[in-house]
């Protein structure tokens, strides 16, 4: 268990509809990334946030959006779904000064966009 | 531009050894991780290395050779549950993490 939450686990709806996934990050770490990673691909960088603020942008699509909370927890936005947005998304969490920006992950939210 | 290059996908025989590559070119170096990834699963951190040489953990080690761009994942007595894709990832100059595409190991018995 790596300390990083993610809800929901399993999440099915249709496409042009709009979803929040969520990330509690590892208590103490301040960076939280968001990835996707569709059926046997690579893992996909969209976002990170470190204490509130955005750091880093990827290849994050204009319908997907995301955000860190004072609490540290982040959610992510996918807005206008289309079939290709199913997928696995993962969020990630580090804290710089430990262990060197070592990236630690949730168990992943799995979406289906039917 | 970043690139990292990895094998797509290598073939090894359960009790055997295998060595896994991972090639890079990035602005910059700040370090260089290995992730194991079981199919529908969370990336798990296995090694970091920043200076060159050998890290041994048990029975995987990770070699970083910085001149070269080039580093390798070793996996010794192979077993099934090692059956996974091995992701070979980069911190760059702005500490960003540059990942390649990741090595799906696959162990017969």
């Known amino acids: 268990d790596s300390g990083v939450t993610q809800t929901p686990k399993h999440l099915i709806t249709a496409t042009g509809q709009r979803v929040t996934l969520r990330c509690s990050p590892r208590?103490?770490?301040?960076?939280v990334y968001w990835y996707q990673q569709s059926l046997d691909q690579g893992l996909q960088f969209l976002i990170q946030?470190?204490?509130?603020?955005?750091?880093a942008k990827g290849n994050i699509l204009e319908r997907f959006s995301a955000q860190q909370f004072p609490d540290l927890h982040s959610e992510l936005n996918l807005s206008s779904l289309e079939l290709g947005d199913s997928a696995l998304y993962f969020c990630?969490?580090?804290?710089?000064?430990?262990?060197?920006?070592?990236?630690?992950f949730g168990p992943g939210t799995r979406l289906t966009v039917l | 531009g970043q690139n990292i290059d990895q094998p797509t996908e290598m073939t090894a025989t359960e009790g055997a050894i295998v060595q896994i590559n991972c090639t890079y070119q990035?602005?910059?170096?700040?370090?260089l991780f290995w992730y194991q990834q079981h199919a529908g699963e969370a990336p798990t951190f296995l090694s970091y290395?920043?200076l060159d040489g050998l890290e041994e953990k048990g029975r995987f080690s990770s070699f970083l050779s910085r001149s070269k761009g080039y580093s390798y994942l070793l996996l010794k007595e192979l077993q099934m549950k090692d059956s996974a894709s091995y992701l070979c990832?980069?911190?760059?100059?702005?500490?960003?993490?540059?990942w390649g595409a990741g090595t799906k190991l696959i162990i017969k018995p």
């Open positions: 990630a969490s580090s804290s710089p000064g430990t262990d060197i920006n070592t990236q630690y």
């Open positions: 946030y470190y204490n509130g603020e955005e750091r």
């Open positions: 990035t602005s910059g170096f700040n370090g």
């Open positions: 208590s103490g770490d301040l960076s």
């Open positions: 990832a980069v911190l760059d100059s702005n500490y960003q993490l540059i």
């Open positions: 290395n920043v």
